[in-house]
Structure formats: structure tokens, C-alpha cells
């Protein structure tokens, strides 16, 4: 476990200034830009992201593009699309993983380190938070176990304190720290 515990960092801040291998998208399924974080990326990336963007078709629910990072201090951005909440019934834990595991998929498949996460989902998508966030938190240390020798940093960037706070206290006790 002290591997893992080492590769995972949880930050409070704005994932747009975060300078990492690839940073990723909760995105929409058209690709085409939104609002939340989104928003955020297409903004500090410019337009070149959209113009990108573009050429990529959409992308399923679960899955993830790649794209280059523009303007941003990151080199890539991972475009994913979280499901939108309904009851908890309709396949939104999996989806919700795959994410996740999908674009730490794509940051192995293109040699890529270090990657930084939004709490996907839980905005606008309206996925309760500490649902999400352990789902993120397994889904990540499934991959660490699994890839630990192909991933260097992961860090969940939280937009307040509470998700801080939750994902704080959900790897303290997945990860058995003190
Ligand atoms: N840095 C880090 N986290 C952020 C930032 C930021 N700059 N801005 C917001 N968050 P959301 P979703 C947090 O709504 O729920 C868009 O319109 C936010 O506080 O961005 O997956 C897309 O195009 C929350 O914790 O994404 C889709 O249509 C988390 O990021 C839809 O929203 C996710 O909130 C996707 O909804």
C-alpha cells in the first residue's frame, strides 16, 4: 500500500492551472464544450481545444478522448463523460468507474505519468459527492495496483472543501493511514 499512498495526492484548487502530463474533462457527450470545469479548460486551453475537439466526434458515456492541452501548463487533457445521476439504479457506479479507469487507460497507452482529476460527475451531472468520490477512489487504486509501474502521480483536485474533506477521509480509510 505505501506505494500507492505515495502516488495519490488530493489538492483543493482549480485543475486548470495544475501542471501535469494530462489533466481531465468532465466533459458532455458532443465534446463541444460545457459549463463547470469544462467551461473552465476550454477557456484557459482556447480555441484550438474546440478546434480539436471537433474532429473527435463525441464520445460515448464511460469512455475518454485525448487531446493536446493548448494554452493550458499541462501537456494533455483527457476528455471523459461522466453519467448523469438519475436514481443510482441505472448503471451510473460503472459508468463512473470506467471513467476513471479509461483515462488512466489512455495516460498509460501514450506514455503519459502524471495525471490530475476533477470529482467527475458531481456538478452539474448532480452525482451525490461522497458516492462519486468513492468510486473514484477505488477505481484509482485499482489501477495503481494494477499499473502502479506505468503511473507516477495521480492527484484529485477539489473545487471546495467539502470533496477536500471527503476524499481525505475516504483513502485515510481505504489506504489504512494514520
Ligand atoms: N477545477 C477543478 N474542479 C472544478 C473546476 C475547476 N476549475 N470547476 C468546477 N469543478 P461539473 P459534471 C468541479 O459540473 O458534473 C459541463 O457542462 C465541480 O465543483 O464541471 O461531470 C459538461 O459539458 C465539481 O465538483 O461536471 C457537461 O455537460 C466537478 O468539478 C456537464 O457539465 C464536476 O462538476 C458535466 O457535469
Redesign the pocket.
Known amino acids: 500500500m505505501k506505494d500507492i499512498i505515495e502516488k495519490i495526492e488530493i489538492i483543493k484548487?482549480?485543475?486548470?492551472k495544475i501542471k501535469v502530463d494530462a489533466i481531465v474533462n468532465?466533459?458532455?457527450r458532443s465534446l463541444l464544450?460545457?459549463?463547470?470545469?469544462?467551461?473552465?479548460i476550454h477557456r484557459a486551453a482556447g480555441r484550438e481545444l474546440l478546434k480539436e475537439c471537433e474532429t473527435l466526434h463525441g464520445c460515448d458515456t464511460g469512455d475518454a478522448k485525448i487531446t493536446k492541452g493548448y494554452n493550458l501548463p499541462c501537456k494533455y487533457v483527457i476528455h471523459t463523460v461522466?453519467p448523469i445521476y438519475k436514481d443510482g439504479n441505472s448503471n451510473e457506479d460503472k459508468l463512473l468507474y470506467s471513467c476513471y479507469k479509461k483515462s488512466l487507460e489512455i495516460l498509460i497507452k501514450n506514455n503519459l505519468r502524471t495525471i490530475a482529476f476533477?470529482?467527475?460527475?458531481?456538478?452539474?451531472?448532480?452525482?451525490p459527492k461522497e458516492e462519486a468520490a468513492n468510486i473514484a477512489c477505488d477505481a484509482v487504486i485499482d489501477m495503481l495496483k494494477n499499473y502502479g509501474d506505468k503511473i507516477d502521480q495521480v492527484w484529485f483536485?477539489c473545487?471546495?472543501d467539502i470533496?477536500y474533506e471527503i476524499y481525505k477521509r475516504l483513502l485515510k480509510i481505504k489506504l489504512d493511514i494514520d
Open positions: 484548487g482549480d485543475i486548470t468532465a466533459a458532455n464544450g460545457g459549463g463547470g470545469v469544462d467551461g473552465a461522466g476533477p470529482a467527475i460527475s458531481t456538478g452539474i451531472y448532480g452525482y483536485v473545487f471546495g470533496d
